[in-house]
């Protein structure tokens, strides 16, 4: 009889790995197939899978032989990556069984991203899996733990709140803007300065089609620079002010010492905005927005820590969310492992045989009462008989399912078998329908 | 038909409760049986109006019991149409409750016989306080989009996100309903206090008697009226507008009730 499967986890992320390590060994869309083939026709792997995004690059096999396939699959990367093995194994985890399986749940949930809760990992563990689907590298096992993997994302994703509000600046100050101004949608956005975070906020606002776009810099070219990047119009930093009647939005990050932009600037300004709303985000420190401002009616100033506190809250909520998906994923694990048991042929066969045995004893004690009269004789034949016409009939698929050579056949079988037989029931069965 | 009314109670008290859970839980479901609940808790109240109608002769905003039950029904109204275009979901969880008091306070008052008037003095009448209570209800809408309002503005300029930032709609939404009822209650309120007037001629000879219903009501739409020209005319909005409609709505319940009572 052939030895057991063996689901493995093997790779590393942006824990285990730094940048330079991740950015090196990340496999490319083209790279995915050339792995796949490559991997898929090695001895020691029955079945496998390959994610790579830039915060991980995942192995996942199901093989007889875990010891030597983690090997090959260390010295594939090392070799197709040309880098020595010695660089990046430190980096690496290996996950044997449940806890591979768990690995992947996770990973699938959100739960093991660098951003707890964001939500595009799934797509991308979706498209590599296709991918092994049109190469054929998945089989049984690998087909049923990603379909799980999908269900129990989804479930941590609608069941915990591990997925709502903000948790970046940048969409702190998009998620304020929704809910003061509804849709920002052709709200004007003025930009002071420059920096990362906040380009990163007009690019945000600006994905939420808030236009037209303004840049203000002391020097102006570059002021035209970040125009020409937000499709904007650069203006004078002097011209400010007057640009303040019109905007809606103002995210501020200049190195100025001083405040830029005091209470007084607002005498009559609101008047002439017809008491528009108008919300600034104030990345800057020191300060450009005088926080007096936030005092004024329809107006909203938010620094760099306002910001945090707002995110902060959301960022411990979703760590209380996150356990609540640690659990879903526990349960998930168990029910996996107790259907990946089932794929082993000896139980599969005991199970079989109790099961008609059982209904064996059942329709003897019915016949036997509904007899009346016989002789020990009698009915120590009926036992006789029935017993021999079970163990004719469990013959074949007894034979069947130990000598069926191929493995990946036999778990197929296995599976079969169990729900031709429904041996799963009741009790034991997977409440979910195949996915 | 009494039956039918305790089937209306029952109604809106349950999609008060369905709002307010969904504000609690966020479920969409409850919320769209919420929904459900109010819609058919309008249609029993309809029926049943239609019926009052039918039995008395007239339309039933002559006593305290009649009026009560007929702003209980506007206010729901009166909502359903404004959803149809602010998608204001949370604003269910004040507006039902409200309907749900007006209708069980009105089941429990007595219900003392109307001495019609003659035809067009009832006319008159009917058509004051008819509109005064759509007028109402309008102007109660705008009240609670004025609360919503200044509870959500708080929590934003006091940059203290918390239960109700996440829960309540924008800023922008919240004062779009409140003027869209604005503009909605007020040519009630002047056409009822217009027909309030002649009446008021018809049955004391005089226009203006300077009584203090009278003066309340004067006052109410002189808040409004300048409420609505702020509004038009230099954008008023945000927290000074909500809570001025809050204080004319307050005047107007005082108005309304002295109406009956005194």
């Known amino acids: 009889m052939a030895g057991k499967r063996h689901i493995v986890t093997i790779g590393l992320n942006h824990k285990t790995a730094p940048v330079e390590i991740r950015e090196r060994l990340a496999f490319s869309k083209e790279d995915t197939p050339l792995v796949l083939e490559a991997m898929g026709q090695h001895a020691c792997v029955d079945e496998i899978a390959l994610f790579s995004t830039c915060n991980r690059v995942e192995f996942l096999l199901a093989s007889q032989d875990a010891p030597n396939a983690v090997e090959a699959v260390k010295d594939f990367m090392a070799e197709f990556k040309n880098t020595p093995r010695h660089t990046f194994e430190q980096s690496l985890y290996v996950y044997h069984g449940d806890e591979a399986v768990r690995h992947i749940f996770r990973v699938a949930a959100s739960l093991d991203s660098m951003v707890v809760g964001e939500p595009q990992i799934l797509g991308q563990i979706k498209e590599s899996y296709l991918h092994a689907c049109d190469y054929r590298t998945c089989g049984v096992v690998l087909n049923r733990l990603m379909h799980r993997s999908?269900?129990?994302?989804?479930?941590?994703?609608?069941?915990?709140?591990?997925g709502d509000h903000a948790v970046s600046i940048s969409y702190a100050a998009v998620e304020l803007g929704r809910k003061i101004f509804g849709e920002l949608e052709a709200k004007a956005v003025l930009l002071l300065g420059a920096g990362e975070m906040a380009e990163l906020a007009v690019e945000h606002l600006a994905n939420n089609r808030a236009q037209p776009i303004f840049v203000a810099n002391r020097t102006f070219e570059r002021g035209l620079e970040l125009a020409e990047r937000f499709r904007g119009t650069a203006i004078r930093f002097e011209e400010v002010r007057d640009y303040l009647r019109q905007v809606d939005i103002v995210i501020?990050?200049?190195?100025?010492?001083?405040?830029?932009?005091v209470r007084d600037d607002f005498k009559g300004l609101m008047r002439a905005r017809k008491n528009r709303p108008l919300f600034f985000i104030d990345i800057a420190v020191p300060r450009d927005i005088d926080p007096e401002i936030n005092r004024i009616n329809n107006v909203y100033v938010y620094d760099i820590d306002d910001l945090k506190t707002a995110i902060q809250e959301n960022i411990d909520e979703r760590q209380q969310e996150a356990l609540r998906g640690e659990r879903i994923v526990d349960a998930a694990?168990?029910?996996?492992?107790?259907?990946?048991?089932?794929?082993?042929?000896?139980?599969?066969?005991?199970?079989?045989?109790?099961?008609?045995?059982a209904l064996r004893q059942k329709e003897l004690k019915k016949t036997f009462g509904s007899l009346g009269a016989t002789s020990e004789e009698d009915r120590a034949a009926i036992d006789r008989l029935t017993a021999a016409l079970v163990n004719k009939i469990l013959h074949g698929p007894t034979v069947f399912l130990k000598q069926s050579a191929n493995k990946d056949e036999k778990a197929l079988y296995v599976d079969m078998t169990r729900k031709l037989f429904s041996l799963d029931e009741p009790g034991e069965a997977e409440p979910e329908p195949q996915g | 038909m009494s039956l039918l009314f305790a089937f209306t109670i029952a109604c809106y008290l349950a999609s008060s409760l369905g709002y307010q859970g969904y504000i609690l839980f966020q479920k969409r479901p409850i919320y769209r049986v919420a929904n459900i609940l109010l819609w058919v808790g309008f249609v029993c109240h309809t029926v049943v109006i239609g019926l009052q109608y039918h039995e008395t002769g007239h339309v039933p905003v002559h006593n305290l019991h009649e009026s009560l039950s007929s702003f209980g029904w506007a206010v729901v109204g009166v909502f359903l149409i404004l959803r149809v275009k602010y998608h204001l979901m949370v604003l269910g969880a004040l507006v039902a409750p409200l309907a749900t008091v007006s209708v069980v306070i009105a089941s429990m008052l007595p219900r003392p016989p109307v001495e019609l008037a003659p035809f067009v003095r009832g006319l008159w009448r009917t058509l004051h306080v008819g509109t005064l209570i759509v007028g109402n209800a309008a102007f109660a809408i705008a009240c609670f989009a004025g609360i919503l309002y200044l509870i959500q503005e708080k929590a934003i300029k006091q940059k203290r996100p918390g239960f109700f930032f996440r829960r309540l709609p924008s800023l922008k939404l919240l004062d779009s309903m409140g003027y869209a009822s604005l503009i909605v209650g007020f040519p009630m309120l002047t056409f009822g206090i217009i027909t309030g007037v002649i009446y008021a001629q018809m049955v004391r000879g005089r226009f203006w008697t300077w009584d203090p219903k009278e003066i309340l009501a004067g006052i109410t739409w002189l808040v409004f009226a300048a409420l609505l020209h702020e509004r038009l005319a230099v954008g008023w909005q945000g927290r000074r507008a909500a809570i001025m409609t809050i204080v004319g709505f307050v005047i107007l319940l005082l108005t309304f009730f002295l109406f009956f009572l005194g």
């Open chain 1, 150 to 162: 999908f269900s129990v994302a989804k479930r941590v994703r609608t069941e915990t709140g591990i």
């Open chain 1, 252 to 261: 501020s990050s200049t190195g100025a010492r001083e405040y830029i932009l």
């Open chain 1, 333 to 357: 694990v168990i029910q996996f492992r107790r259907w990946f048991q089932s794929l082993d042929v000896v139980p599969t066969v005991i199970a079989l045989r109790d099961k008609m045995e």
